[in-house]
């Protein structure tokens, strides 16, 4: 006869294994801009949005407020990393920053606006710079964490 204690284990590590919403839809698919080249790799929960005209990246809705952006632009200001990540703190638009990174040709920042966690990070290729930003609700980070790290990794020009 199996012990209660045993059962109540066994119970408590079946929990234990439920996903949770984010984490239970495991399929990735990747997005590839025709135009620059820019790609990243996506759980497939994100539906993308209508495309801009100019066909200069792409946007993603997924759940619980979560969205993504994915496009590219000529640097025709000759933007270097810092001289963009003083811009992109100037404007206003990056309050609460957490985080901040400035490398060769790599831009990273991440922070909070409101009840939103938002990651950015921004790649100096040539004369383009490439751009991918997520915002997602605060209340979801240990969900959302694991999947924003491995978009992060797969973010790349061409």
């Known amino acids: 006869m199996i012990s209660r204690r ?5 119970s408590v590590l079946c929990l234990a294994r439920i996903p949770t919403a984010v984490q239970a839809q495991e399929a990735w ?12 790799a ?3 929960f994100f539906e993308p949005d209508p495309p801009p005209e100019n066909g200069d990246g792409q946007s993603f809705t997924g759940p619980e407020g979560a969205n993504f952006r994915v496009y590219a632009g000529y640097n025709i200001n000759n933007e270097t990393p810092p001289s963009y990540l003083a811009e992109l703190l100037a404007d206003g638009s990056h309050p609460r920053v957490a985080y901040k990174s400035v490398q060769k ?14 990651y ?3 790649i100096f290729a040539r004369d383009v710079i490439h751009a991918f930003a997520i ?3 605060a209340k979801f980070k240990a969900d959302y964490d ?8 797969s973010f790349a020009g061409p």
């Open 6 to 10: 045993l059962l109540l284990l066994g």
């Open 29 to 40: 698919t990747t997005y590839r801009n025709a135009r620059f080249g820019t790609s990243i």
């Open 42 to 44: 996506y759980q497939e």
């Open 105 to 118: 040709n790599r831009i990273t920042i991440s922070g909070t606006r409101g009840s939103l966690i938002y």
């Open 120 to 122: 950015e990070a921004y």
């Open 135 to 137: 915002e997602y609700p």
């Open 146 to 153: 694991p999947t924003i790290r491995r978009m992060a990794r």
